[in-house]
């Protein structure tokens, strides 16, 4: 059992960020900074993001040691059908993930997408319930993604489903450096 921190919350929840719409991610990583800034140590594992260059990287960077940012599996996509080595890749990131959620180290973890894993085979549900029962006290935990079981909507205690109205994409708009990358 680790001890209570002197910074950071005495009772972290648990959140989840879901949907169709856009700004899963977005949303996550502002509650990132914000808790950063406030001298939070705060750890974000970004699955199925395709190890590409993202502009968050570099501004966690530029917020030295109090926030991390790792992105987790194959630079290739991630399909409804994975890879063998997609299935490795995301269990030996969970195993991590699990350790930094239940050990009391950080006080915000961020995991990005993992919604998306659980629902694409890669993670099991039930380890992630696991996960969740055992986070450390303290800890704050974020999961994102699209497709998220509705037994972890259960455990959670608060759910934002991000709903697309209209999306600038569907007009043939590509992503944008700044803005979506």
Not at 59 to 69: D, K, Q, S, Y
Not at 134 to 160: C, F, N, Q, S, Y
């Amino acid at each position: 059992m680790s001890v209570e921190p002197e910074r950071g919350l005495k009772k972290g929840l648990v959140q989840i960020y879901t949907g169709n719409g856009k700004g899963k991610t977005t949303a996550s990583l502002g509650l990132a900074f914000r808790a950063a800034g406030h001298d939070f140590r705060v750890y974000v594992m970004q699955f199925m993001k395709g190890q590409t260059l993202y502009g968050e990287l570099e501004a966690a960077r530029r917020l030295g040691p109090n926030i991390t940012i790792e992105q987790v599996g194959r630079k290739a996509f991630v399909s409804r059908e994975p890879d063998p080595q997609d299935l490795e890749l995301a269990l030996e990131a969970f195993a991590r993930a699990r350790t930094l959620v239940t050990s009391g180290d950080y006080d915000l973890v961020v995991l990005d997408e993992l919604n998306c894993v659980v629902d694409y085979g890669l993670i099991p549900l039930e380890e992630v319930k696991s996960m969740i029962r055992d986070k450390a006290p303290h800890t704050e935990l974020v999961m994102t993604g699209r497709g998220v079981h509705p037994d972890i909507i259960e455990m959670a205690d608060l759910v934002t489903e991000m709903r697309e109205i209209k999306h600038y994409y569907n007009a043939g708009q590509p992503a944008r450096k700044g803005i979506e990358s």
